[in-house]
């Protein structure tokens, strides 16, 4: 069974900085690109980052762009996504989620609020 | 950056209706398409990839259509376990964008 835990998340106040990180298991990890999306209290669903199976290609958001970093650990089956200077407009329940472009598996996400 | 233009933004529909819902984007992206289901606290689910494969698993009265700039989902019987919300995906380049997301509530 393909599972996808994110942890990681939490309060943290403008400026600071976070790292989610995303447990695969259930498949074989570097095969597939791997995502980060996430979604706003009532919104709809952003895309923030994804990588490559051997991180070769990696693509942001411009919302995010220069403040996240998104990678990724083949041999620990782990995917990460290291947020730095975080504003309110990032609280969002943010989900990792696999596959080259459609993205077939979702976890079940993980909050993050920024909020002093 | 390419971006993607859902429309209607919320549907009222019956069960057994046939429900279409169309996706624009900016610029052309071939076929590389994806339509998502989403219900309230749930992470979304894949329908539709490359604009109107099936996903394993997804029942046949889901299909989608459309290459270029439009693309339509279509439900072809609504059935009680339908009303959720939908979104589209690009996946053509580079930041892959998502469409506003429409709503299809019962009639």
């Known amino acids: 069974e393909v599972q996808l835990v994110e942890s990681g998340g939490g309060l943290v106040q403008p400026g600071r900085s976070l790292r989610l990180s995303c447990a695969a298991s259930?498949?074989?990890?570097?095969?597939?690109?791997m995502h980060w999306v996430r979604q706003a209290p009532g919104k709809g669903l952003e895309w923030v980052s994804g990588i490559s199976w051997n991180s070769g290609s990696i693509g942001y958001a411009d919302s995010v762009k220069g403040r996240f970093t998104i990678s990724r650990d083949n041999a620990k089956n782990s995917l990460y996504l290291q947020m730095n200077s975080l504003r309110a407009e990032d609280t969002a329940l943010y989900y990792c989620?696999?596959?080259?472009?459609?993205?077939?598996?979702w976890g079940q996400g993980t909050l993050v609020t920024v909020s002093s | 950056d390419i971006q993607m233009t859902q429309s209607p933004s919320t549907l009222s529909a019956s069960v057994g209706d046939r429900v279409t819902i169309t996706c624009r984007a900016s610029q052309s992206i071939s076929s590389w398409l994806a339509w998502y289901q989403q219900k309230p606290g749930k992470a979304p689910k894949l329908l539709i990839y490359?604009?109107?494969s099936l996903e394993s698993g997804v029942p046949s009265r889901f299909s989608g259509s459309g290459s270029g700039t439009e693309f339509t989902l279509t439900i072809s019987s609504l059935q009680p376990d339908d009303f959720a919300t939908y979104y589209c995906?690009?996946?053509?380049?580079?930041?892959?964008?998502f469409g506003g997301g429409t709503k299809v509530e019962i009639k």
């Open positions: 995906q690009q996946y053509n380049s580079y930041p892959f964008t």
């Open positions: 259930g498949f074989t990890f570097d095969d597939y690109a």
């Open positions: 490359k604009a109107s």
């Open positions: 989620a696999n596959g080259g472009g459609a993205m077939g598996y």
